[in-house]
């Protein structure tokens, strides 16, 4: 084996990629470091309560997020079920049918809307979106509510039973969350072996039935991880979510009806009116989301590395 005797130049390269990886966790590693901190007189007052306590009254010592986290997670989950079918149906269009000439304008268009910040979709959803969905939610609502609870609206069929709810939440996140899917699973899609291609197309294969049995295939495990980085970041929206809802400190089983919650908008909401306490209360609870997406982005990137398309050695 031939190796070239590594100049001054390339020591000095290497060391400066050395520290700017090693800052990434060190970086990630103070920002735990200070939600423990702060956040550990509210801990030590409730203990392992804070996660199974639905109550916030810091006042009362007798608070947690237990009814937060389930809605945030909820909102999540609405938004992917809306974000991933766009989102593959787009990628799939921009890489195998989209005219050449085309296909670099929407590529742009999809960076850009992952450059619009998030007030802006949470002011659109809240001004925008939210009159005009409403007839929707309520036809949704009237004949579904009965044969699917979830979906039941139980405070009476007025217009603000239907407004600020954990659905309308979602549909806001999940135009946060398109652009992040599309872009990589755009880029998994776009490395499916040229040979592979070519021998759909000499069997027979028409495009569509190429890409459904080499395309899509191929970029299963990055699509995976694509969706789950999708996850993790609609877990920690905070400015669109506290725009639109209307905070109800209790557990959503009604996704339709007025009134949700999460973790962020709970922090962005209450952090101005907090004492000592109250403030420590939401480092905690800060502290819970920067794990839970932590490990959400962790599984991530593990689903990427041992996907196919995820690897970097081609067959």
Same mark, same amino acid.
């Given at each position: 084996?031939? &190796?070239?005797?590594? &100049?001054?130049?390339?020591?000095?390269?290497?060391?400066?990629?050395?520290?700017?990886?090693?800052?990434?966790?060190?970086?990630?590693?103070?920002?735990?470091?200070?939600?423990?901190?702060?956040?550990?007189?509210?801990?030590?007052?409730?203990?392992?309560?804070?996660?199974?306590?639905? =109550?916030?009254?810091?006042?009362?010592?007798?608070?947690?997020?237990?009814?937060?986290?389930?809605?945030?997670?909820?909102?999540?989950?609405?938004?992917?079920?809306?974000?991933?079918?766009?989102?593959?149906?787009?990628?799939?269009?921009?890489?195998?049918?989209?005219?050449?000439?085309?296909?670099?304008?929407?590529?742009?268009?999809?960076?850009?809307?992952?450059?619009?910040?998030?007030?802006?979709? +949470?002011?659109?959803?809240?001004?925008?979106?939210?009159?005009?969905?409403?007839?929707?939610?309520?036809?949704?609502?009237?004949?579904?509510?009965?044969?699917?609870?979830?979906? =039941?609206?139980?405070?009476?069929?007025? +217009?603000?039973?239907?407004?600020?709810? *954990?659905?309308?939440?979602?549909?806001?996140?999940?135009?946060?969350?398109?652009?992040?899917?599309?872009?990589?699973?755009?880029?998994?899609?776009?490395?499916?072996?040229?040979?592979?291609?070519?021998?759909?197309?000499?069997?027979?294969?028409?495009?569509?039935?190429?890409?459904?049995?080499?395309?899509?295939?191929?970029?299963?495990?990055?699509?995976?991880?694509?969706?789950?980085?999708?996850?993790?970041?609609?877990?920690?929206?905070?400015?669109?979510?506290?725009?639109?809802?209307?905070?109800?400190? =209790?557990?959503?089983?009604?996704?339709?009806?007025?009134?949700?919650?999460?973790?962020?908008?709970?922090?962005?909401?209450?952090?101005?009116?907090?004492?000592?306490?109250?403030?420590?209360?939401?480092?905690?609870?800060?502290?819970?989301?920067?794990?839970?997406?932590?490990?959400?982005?962790?599984?991530?990137?593990?689903?990427?590395?041992?996907?196919?398309? +995820?690897?970097? *050695?081609?067959?």
């Amino acid at each position: 084996m031939i &190796t070239a005797p590594a &100049t001054p130049g390339d020591r000095v390269f290497r060391g400066v990629l050395r520290v700017a990886g090693l800052s990434v966790f060190a970086i990630m590693g103070l920002i735990a470091f200070f939600l423990v901190l702060r956040g550990a007189s509210a801990l030590s007052e409730v203990g392992w309560s804070f996660l199974t306590e639905q =109550k916030w009254q810091t006042q009362a010592h007798n608070f947690g997020i237990a009814a937060v986290l389930p809605n945030g997670l909820l909102i999540a989950v609405i938004a992917l079920v809306i974000a991933v079918p766009v989102s593959l149906a787009t990628a799939v269009f921009i890489s195998e049918y989209a005219p050449v000439r085309l296909r670099a304008t929407l590529v742009s268009l999809v960076d850009l809307m992952a450059a619009i910040p998030s007030i802006v979709y +949470g002011l659109w959803g809240l001004f925008f979106l939210q009159p005009r969905i409403i007839g929707f939610v309520r036809w949704t609502a009237n004949h579904l509510g009965d044969a699917i609870p979830f979906l =039941k609206v139980r405070t009476g069929d007025i +217009g603000t039973s239907y407004t600020s709810s *954990t659905f309308i939440a979602g549909v806001v996140v999940s135009l946060m969350i398109i652009p992040i899917v599309t872009s990589l699973s755009r880029e998994v899609f776009s490395q499916a072996p040229q040979g592979e291609r070519e021998g759909a197309y000499a069997l027979g294969s028409t495009r569509w039935g190429m890409v459904r049995t080499v395309v899509l295939p191929f970029g299963r495990g990055g699509v995976i991880g694509a969706v789950m980085l999708g996850f993790g970041r609609a877990m920690g929206e905070t400015i669109a979510v506290a725009l639109i809802i209307s905070p109800n400190f =209790k557990a959503i089983t009604h996704v339709l009806e007025n009134g949700a919650n999460s973790i962020s908008a709970l922090i962005a909401l209450r952090f101005g009116e907090s004492d000592d306490l109250s403030l420590s209360a939401l480092m905690a609870a800060g502290l819970v989301l920067f794990g839970l997406t932590l490990l959400v982005n962790l599984a991530a990137g593990f689903v990427i590395n041992r996907s196919r398309s +995820g690897a970097s *050695t081609a067959d």
